[in-house]
Structure formats: structure tokens, C-alpha cells
């Protein structure tokens, strides 16, 4: 009996300091990040919409995460929006995040009608992923890129858009 309660102890422990170590995702509707976009940040804002399915969006992902790395301190505010389904988050995107290591904010989108709110992100975006929108603090200047960056493009864009 002593062994079974030990067992069952030392389970609970590594269960509670392996969900210690997962990042959050916070699931939101149009309205939520439209408040994300819309909110005039003393931040440059940068907003990636990707997905675990996505290939060309896990492809670049690093370049948004050295981007953070790099920049954070430096008022860059990033956001990554996933168009996963909600029913996956536990199943994959979380798992997909704790296996990167990703320590950015994450939100994903629960949405099912796309077509309803992508005209409202940029009226040019064909709602095709990944897309990533700029903005300069107070929400003075944006730009709208659909498309995956090429290998040290990000960086490049990000700092001519903010001079």
C-alpha cells in the first residue's frame, strides 16, 4: 500500500511541474483581437497568424521568436494567433509550444467563419496563412505581409518598417 500512495505521489509531482512548465494559450474570438490590433501600444506591435499545420508558418516561426529575442526589450510586442482548433489545443499545440520552447504570447482564434472578421484584420488579406501584420507604437503605421518570410527577411522588414 506504502508503494502505491509513493507512486501515485511522486506522479502527481511530475504532472504538476510538467503543466508548470507550459506555456499559456489563451483562447479568444474576433473580438478579443480586435482589441489586440486596435489597442495603441507604446509598443511596435508585431501579430503572426500561423498554425501547428501550417508548414511555411512553423518553417519561419523561429525567425519571429530570435525577432523577440532580440527586440523585446526594445519595445517590440509579439503576438503569435494560431488558427488551430480549439478542440486541439491540449492535444497539439500545446504540446507543439512546450516542445519549441516558446515564451511568447499566444492566443488562438476560435473562429470557425474565417471569411466573417480577415477583411476587418487588412482588407487585402486573402485569409491565406501564415500573415503577419505590423504595427508602429499608437497604431500609426501598419503593414499587412501575407506571405512566409524567407530566411533573415523578417528581421529586415521589421526594422525598415519601424524607422
Known amino acids: 500500500m506504502r508503494n502505491v500512495i509513493s507512486f501515485c505521489l511522486v506522479s502527481f509531482l511530475i504532472l504538476s ?15 478579443e ?6 489597442d495603441k501600444s507604446d509598443n511596435n506591435k508585431v501579430i503572426n497568424f500561423w498554425a501547428t499545420w501550417c508548414r511555411p508558418c512553423v518553417k519561419e516561426l523561429p525567425q ?12 517590440l510586442e509579439l503576438s503569435l494567433i494560431s488558427f488551430d482548433f480549439v478542440e486541439d489545443l491540449e492535444t497539439k499545440v500545446k504540446p507543439f509550444i512546450n516542445k519549441k520552447n516558446i515564451k511568447v ?23 491565406a496563412i501564415p500573415a503577419t501584420l505590423m504595427l508602429s507604437k499608437g497604431n500609426e503605421r501598419r503593414l499587412f505581409v501575407e506571405k512566409e518570410f524567407a530566411e533573415n527577411e523578417l528581421e529586415k522588414v521589421y526594422l525598415n518598417f519601424i524607422k
Not at 21 to 26: D, G, L, R, T, Y
Request: hydrophobic share 35%; no cysteine; proline share 2%.
Open 17 to 31: 511541474t510538467e503543466s508548470a512548465k507550459a506555456q499559456s494559450v489563451e483562447v479568444i474570438k474576433y473580438s
Open 64 to 75: 519571429f521568436l530570435d525577432l523577440y529575442e532580440k527586440y523585446n526589450n526594445d519595445q
Open 33 to 38: 483581437l480586435a482589441k489586440i490590433i486596435s
Open 105 to 127: 504570447k499566444i492566443y488562438l482564434l476560435d473562429e470557425t467563419d474565417y471569411n466573417a472578421f480577415i477583411d476587418k484584420v487588412d482588407p487585402t488579406w486573402s485569409g
